[in-house]
Nanobody, 120 residues
């Protein structure tokens, strides 16, 4: 069984950078073919895929967020990190990390999610 846990500040000021870390246990983020994503859900809206990092370290981003999104990893800690720059109140959401078995497979494990509010 794989467990994922999001962590980071719950309040970020406008124009600053949002930074969240996902810690995985029970499975390695370098295991062949797995795909590790960040997904968010604003209040009253649906899920939005933000980007992903693969088992080999390749990154992919949503076109709407690519210019201000960065995903990285620390394999020694079995963690991957989301950075979202120049945030506005529209970035307020619950942020999730999740795993898929491959690019075209559904997500099989999700973190609990963490609330991030952008406000001055």
């Amino acid at each position: 069984q794989v467990q994922l846990q999001e962590s980071g500040p719950g309040l970020v000021k406008p124009s600053q950078t949002l930074s969240l870390t996902c810690t995985a246990s029970g499975g390695s983020i370098t295991t062949n073919d797995y795909y590790w994503s960040w997904i968010r859900q604003p209040p009253g809206k649906g899920l939005e895929w933000m980007g992903a990092i693969t088992y080999s370290g390749s990154t992919y981003y949503s076109p709407s967020l690519k210019s201000r999104t960065s995903i990285s990893r620390d394999t020694s800690k079995n963690q991957f990190t989301l950075q979202l720059s120049s945030v506005t109140p529209e970035d307020t959401a619950v942020y999730y990390c999740a795993r898929a078995r491959g690019t075209y497979y559904p997500y099989d494990y999700w973190g609990q999610g963490t609330q991030v509010t952008v406000s001055s």
